[in-house]
């Protein structure tokens, strides 16, 4: 069962426009972190949030942790070719034995074309 | 290269026999994960490591796999008996966790592709 819904779980869309990927849960994690991987390679961290009502930039890409830290979002403004693979948020709780261990959303399977 | 290393990067095997894959994890990370990613899906947590001692496992890991971590640096999963269901990926990931805290941050390797036939 995944705790983490993320959508949508495609999105095809043409460079240059914006999108925004969700990620939503009934749980609080102490903190949210968004990877993009490629087909056949690992994901790569894109960013962690931590704090309810964070936002972080990145070049293009803004994320924002809800403030009840049970939600989060990623917006990229005018996508570029470059842009396109599977976007992945997963959270992390703290405390007990599970600590650190991440639980992940389906992905979102970005296409973005020229 | 200092990052999360895997191997092999892909294994065929028949249905029936054992597998290994080995994991090195940053040299200076002390917790090392285990995560199964199939088709369309984000990964599964396996089981993870502080230093040599295996703390957790997921009910994703049947009594066919095992999991170590001997010195506490690089890690082995082995899966006997494989069926087709074990196709997957198997992703290892490597943090430094020195006091609890909500900012550990896992790095991802590059995965072991499984195919079972």
């Known amino acids: 069962t995944q705790l983490l819904e993320q959508s949508p779980q495609f999105l095809s869309i043409q460079e240059g426009e914006n999108l925004t990927v969700y990620c939503n849960s009934s749980?609080?994690?102490?903190?949210l972190q968004w990877y993009r991987q490629e087909p056949g390679e690992g994901p790569v961290l894109l960013v962690t949030?931590?704090?309810?009502?964070e936002v972080k930039k990145l070049k293009r890409l803004t994320f924002q942790f809800g403030d009840a830290r049970k939600d989060s979002s990623l917006h990229i403004t005018a996508a570029q070719t470059g842009d396109t693979g599977l976007y992945l948020c997963?959270?992390?709780?703290?405390?007990?034995?599970?600590?650190?261990?991440?639980?992940f959303g389906q992905g979102t399977i970005l296409t973005v074309h020229p | 290269d200092t990052g999360v290393s895997q191997d092999p990067r892909h294994k065929i095997t028949k249905r029936g026999q054992n597998v290994t894959f080995r994991c090195d994890p940053i040299?200076?990370?002390?917790?090392l994960y285990w995560y199964r990613q199939t088709l369309g899906q984000g990964p599964e947590f396996l089981t993870y490591?502080?230093?040599?001692?295996?703390?957790?496992k997921s009910r994703l890991l049947s009594n066919r796999f095992s999991a170590e971590r001997p010195k506490g640096s690089f890690s082995t999963l082995e899966i006997q008996r494989t069926e087709q269901g074990d196709s997957a990926m198997y992703l290892c990931?490597?943090?430094?966790?020195?006091?609890?805290?909500?900012?550990?941050?896992?790095?991802f390797g590059p995965g072991t592709r499984l195919l079972v036939l």
């Open positions: 990931a490597s943090s430094l966790n020195l006091v609890a805290g909500p900012k550990e941050t896992q790095y």
């Open positions: 749980s609080v994690f102490s903190s």
């Open positions: 949030v931590v704090t309810g009502g």
């Open positions: 997963a959270g992390a709780k703290a405390g007990g034995t599970s600590y650190g261990k991440l639980t």
């Open positions: 040299s200076e990370h002390n917790r």
């Open positions: 490591f502080q230093n040599e001692a295996q703390l957790e």
